[in-house]
């Protein structure tokens, strides 16, 4: 393996300008672009049509460790793939509820979301809302009611499938009614409980970032005997997909070397694409929109609109997935 990242040719992709050619966005100024700053806002926010799945794709975004970039990831590789013609679906399994705020969706304390499908039975249909700024987006809203989830799910039978069993009706009969969704992510909490439990019973795929610092590494170790637990007693088609670098400072030798030895140990799953540390990405949840909406010319947006083709690009049982 090389020393630096490969290198995502973005103009013969989607027809952005020469100087825009590396995967390795390094700052949050376009001028390190070659971006003109006036033409920022002439960026077209559409980043042309996919062509959909075979099959609806179910990932869940996991990462016990918290501040590596799940949430984030998470609306905007759904904005972008949404803005790119998918029907797209997001479960927002966290009881902060970030994900509800940066789709703009309401999520105040007794509004019907995960927790009465999840933990009261309720049928999904009843409990999911348009995201406003992005058609073809809905999200299941998480509110303050998900936090005593955990203990309520304790006495539930069948509880770590209690999400599977939702989800399913739902999707199911969305295809029968000619409105097949195309992906569905689900964000999950900082953490190992029944909650996340319940994602990775109920997706196929996992989708983990990591963030380009030392302590990151630790928590993916514990994250991939958790998915071989999952995979050897409850959902043996699940598989570790994708693993999207976050937060990546290409100024310090850091970034760089947790960079190369995550590629090593996941030549397979690790997106050429990682999204730079940027102050956009970072403003766009207060304004309750993702960065594609936000900004759609920052190298944030542009990062994870080249991440979400990436993601794509790549088929449901990708091989050498973990």
Request: hydrophobic share 45%.
């Amino acid at each position: 393996m090389t020393d630096q990242p490969q290198v995502v040719d973005r103009q013969v992709r989607v027809g952005w300008p020469a100087a825009v050619t590396s995967s390795r966005l390094e700052a949050d100024d376009p001028r390190s672009l070659g971006w003109p700053v006036a033409d920022r806002t002439d960026v077209p926010r559409e980043t042309g049509v996919l062509a959909p799945p075979a099959r609806t794709r179910i990932l869940a975004v996991a990462n016990q460790k918290g501040g590596v970039g799940k949430t984030t990831t998470t609306v905007n590789i759904a904005a972008a793939l949404a803005q790119s013609g998918q029907r797209v679906l997001v479960v927002d399994l966290d009881p902060q509820g970030n994900a509800s705020t940066a789709l703009a969706v309401d999520h105040t304390e007794g509004t019907p979301g995960v927790y009465d499908a999840v933990v009261e039975g309720k049928h999904v249909r009843e409990v999911v809302r348009e995201a406003p700024h992005l058609p073809g987006l809905v999200v299941v809203p998480a509110s303050i009611d998900l936090a005593g989830a955990e203990i309520d799910l304790v006495s539930l039978v069948a509880r770590e499938s209690r999400l599977h069993r939702a989800l399913t009706a739902y999707l199911s009969e969305q295809a029968d009614e000619g409105h097949r969704f195309d992906y569905v992510f689900i964000d999950c909490p900082p953490s190992l409980g029944l909650l996340t439990l319940n994602a990775l019973v109920a997706a196929a795929e996992i989708l983990v970032p990591i963030q380009c610092e030392y302590y990151a590494l630790e928590g993916v170790g514990q994250l991939m005997r958790t998915v071989d637990m999952v995979r050897a007693h409850l959902n043996p088609k699940l598989a570790v997909s994708t693993i999207l670098l976050t937060m990546h400072d290409a100024r310090t030798r850091l970034s760089a070397g947790v960079a190369d030895e995550v590629r090593a140990h996941f030549p397979d799953q690790v997106l050429r694409t990682t999204i730079p540390r940027s102050v956009r990405i970072s403003e766009a949840p207060s304004h309750q929109q993702t960065v594609l909406t936000y900004d759609a010319g920052s190298t944030g947006a542009l990062s994870y609109l080249e991440a979400a083709r990436e993601l794509a690009a790549r088929a449901p049982g990708l091989e050498g997935a973990a």
